[in-house]
């Protein structure tokens, strides 16, 4: 202990006291550094340390781009990205709709009823990829994706610094309507494709863009089958 090297006139009486004053004193002290480290790892709203500091490392959102979200999917709208997420120069929001009762924060993974990719052109704001039922983008279905309708997903993104923002999308089980369809509970992964400037399904392997059908029931290109 740094004391023990200061002789005083105090030392001897310190040294006379009794064991049990000197361990209460002891005890008194660990409990202080206890509480401390306790309100150390906790915030003024009980809230973990660790969270706390994610919360606040997330950027606020735009006037601009909060208000193009709620324009598109109403007051309960949450934007989770927003910026050149297609890498093209562009802005674009990704905003979701989240299950009701669903928990939501600094997070990567989202219970969800819909979500919207949206472009900014000019003045407006424009869906340029949409899920709701089924995975939609501007010329139609995703291929690779459910054509049986769901009512809730679970989507989880992250944003690469080289291919942009990509999207898992799995079968929520509260969601689907087909409880043998094959393909239940199976991941889609989503990526804009820098050809032909669409968000699209990739294939179980990664390697290519499957495209998108006009309508349901369109037969699907030989080429994909493979």
Known sequence: MPFESK????????NARPAASRFGWCALALSAVLFSAACSSSGPSGQPA???????????????YAAGAKNFLGPSAEVLAFGDLALNGGKQILVVDPTPGASSGASTEFDIVRAAILENQGDTWKEIFRCDERLTNEKGYLIGTPTSPLSAWQLEFTQDPSLGLELKFTESAAGSNAASDANHSATYVVRWNQKVERYECLDKKGDRFLGELPALGDPVPRNLLR
Do not use: F, H, I, R
Request: aromatic share 0%; net charge negative.
């Open 7 to 14: 002789q005083s006139v105090g030392d001897a009486a310190l």
């Open 50 to 64: 660790a969270a706390q500091a994610a919360a606040a490392s997330t950027p606020a959102v735009p006037a601009e």
